[in-house]
């Protein structure tokens, strides 16, 4: 049997860089395209990364989703058999201050893989959309989100990730392509940025408990998530994909936590018993450390987006019978592994400064 191709474009990202993994343990040919870049941007998939003068199954091409040649070439040359498309300004206050870019690379960058496809009439490549619980936002009367509720993007982010939505559902009608949507809900690993609030707040507390003295400034505390790990979620990405009808999926947990409550899941790990005074912008969390208050959180305005997506909690059950899916992860063994990770980074940096 010869190995199934694969392209990922965003493998230097989370996703990307788990979902790589998977791909490999299951024989593919794994293409990913990578940005240039001034300093490495590398690190999640150094490990998998042989130079390829030797044998390897991996492989990485210089290129750019706002660059239409690249991603036609690049197309054209590997002929692969999936294409997942997780390449985007991911960023959802960024997409606020950049929000051209954005549109550029989140929005208009599928596209550009899209026609690539068209163009090169490839009716038999099966490709994967990384659209996300942003396109959602507001909540009508629903305690959580499904496939079938209705749209209402709150950013510059969300509002590209619905073009990426739509225009995939369009060409999967027009052109019968094999093209379907993964709406995911927040997902979350050691390896997720350190500017998304769950790494922010692990970084920060991981690097307190080894005595740092510095203070984290956070935005809104109040807004609800519901937070899932990465791993669980790219096994789902390539199941979308094994299905015999292209189809979208939702993919969460189901319960939703307030980003206070995963301050508190983490201190508690760490046996830091966060406590909390104040509100809005005055809010504080703070410790009891050598018999005093210490504040350790903060609020800064600089941290509230414009626009915000308070509550977001999805209802996975068409991918719970039509994939199977059955995460292994729990929001504490996220958690868990998060600070675990972290505590061991915080006291590497400590090794190196002494
Ligand atoms: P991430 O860590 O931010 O990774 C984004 C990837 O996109 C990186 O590899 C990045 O490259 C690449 N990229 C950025 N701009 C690009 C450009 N102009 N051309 C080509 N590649 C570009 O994101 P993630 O958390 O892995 O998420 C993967 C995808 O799922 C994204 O599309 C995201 O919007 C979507 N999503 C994520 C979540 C979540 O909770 N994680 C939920 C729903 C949907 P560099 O490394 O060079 O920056
Ligand atoms: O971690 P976040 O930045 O993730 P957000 O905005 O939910 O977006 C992530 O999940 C989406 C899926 O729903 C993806 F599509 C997207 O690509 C990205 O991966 O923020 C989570 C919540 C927000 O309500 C934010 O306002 O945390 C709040 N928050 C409070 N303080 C903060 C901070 N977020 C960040 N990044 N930094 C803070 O200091």
């Given amino acids: 049997m010869k190995n199934k191709i694969a392209l990922i474009t965003g493998i230097t990202g989370q996703d990307g860089s788990y979902l790589a993994e998977l791909l490999l343990k299951k024989k593919y040919k794994v293409h990913g395209l990578i940005r240039k870049s001034s300093s490495f941007n590398t690190k999640r998939i150094d490990h998998l990364y042989i130079d390829p003068h030797n044998r390897t199954n991996f492989f990485l091409h210089y290129g750019d989703l706002t660059d239409s040649n690249s991603i036609y070439n690049l197309i054209h040359n590997i002929k692969p058999n999936e294409i997942y498309n997780l390449g985007a300004q991911s960023h959802v206050g960024v997409s606020f201050e950049n929000p051209e870019y954005t549109a550029e690379v989140s929005g208009i960058g599928t596209l550009r893989v899209l026609e690539a496809m068209r163009f090169l009439k490839m009716k038999n490549v099966k490709f994967y959309q990384a659209s996300t619980s942003e396109l959602f936002g507001e909540k009508y009367n629903e305690k959580?989100?499904?496939?079938?509720?209705?749209?209402?993007?709150?950013?510059?982010?969300?509002?590209?990730?619905?073009?990426?939505?739509?225009?995939?559902?369009?060409?999967?009608?027009?052109?019968?392509?094999?093209?379907?949507?993964?709406?995911?809900?927040?997902?979350?690993?050691?390896?997720?940025?350190?500017?998304?609030?769950?790494?922010?707040?692990?970084?920060?507390?991981?690097?307190?408990?080894?005595?740092?003295?510095?203070?984290?400034?956070?935005?809104?505390?109040?807004?609800?998530?519901?937070?899932?790990?990465?791993?669980?979620?790219?096994?789902?990405?390539?199941?979308?994909?094994?299905?015999?009808?292209?189809?979208?999926?939702?993919?969460?947990?189901?319960?939703?936590?307030?980003?206070?409550?995963?301050?508190?899941?983490?201190?508690?790990?760490?046996?830091?018993?966060?406590?909390?005074?104040?509100?809005?912008?005055?809010?504080?969390?703070?410790?009891?450390?050598?018999?005093?208050?210490?504040?350790?959180?903060?609020?800064?305005?600089?941290?509230?987006?414009?626009?915000?997506?308070?509550?977001?909690?999805?209802?996975?059950?068409?991918?719970?019978?039509?994939?199977?899916?059955?995460?292994?992860?729990?929001?504490?063994?996220?958690?868990?592994?998060?600070?675990?990770?972290?505590?061991f980074l915080a006291q590497e940096e400590l090794n190196k400064k002494r």
């Fill in 144 to 343: 959580s989100f499904n496939e079938q509720s209705k749209f209402h993007p709150k950013s510059p982010y969300g509002v590209a990730k619905l073009y990426s939505y739509w225009i995939t559902s369009v060409y999967r009608e027009a052109y019968g392509l094999f093209a379907c949507n993964g709406i995911l809900f927040n997902h979350e690993s050691p390896r997720r940025g350190e500017t998304f609030v769950t790494r922010k707040i692990t970084r920060f507390l991981t690097r307190r408990k080894l005595g740092s003295n510095e203070i984290l400034y956070l935005g809104n505390l109040n807004a609800k998530r519901d937070w899932g790990h990465a791993k669980d979620y790219v096994e789902m990405q390539w199941r979308i994909l094994q299905q015999k009808k292209s189809e979208d999926y939702v993919i969460a947990t189901g319960a939703t936590h307030t980003v206070r409550e995963f301050i508190v899941a983490a201190g508690k790990l760490l046996n830091l018993k966060i406590y909390w005074s104040g509100k809005g912008l005055k809010e504080r969390g703070y410790i009891h450390e050598d018999n005093r208050k210490k504040v350790i959180i903060k609020v800064d305005k600089k941290y509230f987006r414009p626009n915000e997506v308070d509550y977001l909690r999805g209802n996975p059950i068409k991918a719970q019978k039509k994939l199977n899916f059955k995460p292994k992860y729990s929001f504490l063994s996220l958690v868990k592994e998060m600070i675990n990770e972290d505590l």
